[in-house]
């Protein structure tokens, strides 16, 4: 994860997603405790049976998944259920940030000056 630079990492099996470590597990289940982490195994701290979303849900789909659910990533299936991707809460509000910028730019340009 720390040369990715990235807060979590999906576990598969066969192409098929089967859980996700979050940095979060990785304080919460083995620094807090001050576990050995070369003696705790993946499966152990993992998440498992991840929430996913299809590759052809939009936007909206995957924001209502991460709330129901309390999740901060879901991974992308593709329609064999094979790992496409990842996409985070952060992807999410940059992209909303962007829309609105650029929604904000479309209003300013149509506003009357006052």
Do not use: C, N, Q, W
Not at 69 to 77: E, K
Request: aromatic share 2%; glycine share 4%; proline share 6%.
């Amino acid at each position: 994860m720390k040369e990715e630079d990235v807060g979590s990492v999906i576990i598969e099996d066969d192409e098929k997603p089967v859980g996700i470590v979050t940095d979060r597990d990785l304080v919460l289940k083995v620094l807090e405790p001050r576990s050995d982490p070369s003696a705790v195994s993946t499966a152990e701290i993992m998440t498992e049976t991840p929430v996913t979303v299809t590759a052809d849900e939009g936007l909206f789909e995957a924001m209502e998944k991460m709330h129901e659910h309390s999740v901060r990533r879901l991974p992308v299936v593709d329609a064999d259920d094979e790992i496409a991707g990842i996409v985070t809460l952060d992807d999410l509000v940059v992209l909303l940030t962007d829309e609105l910028d650029d929604l904000a730019g479309v209003i300013e340009a149509e506003s009357p000056p006052y």
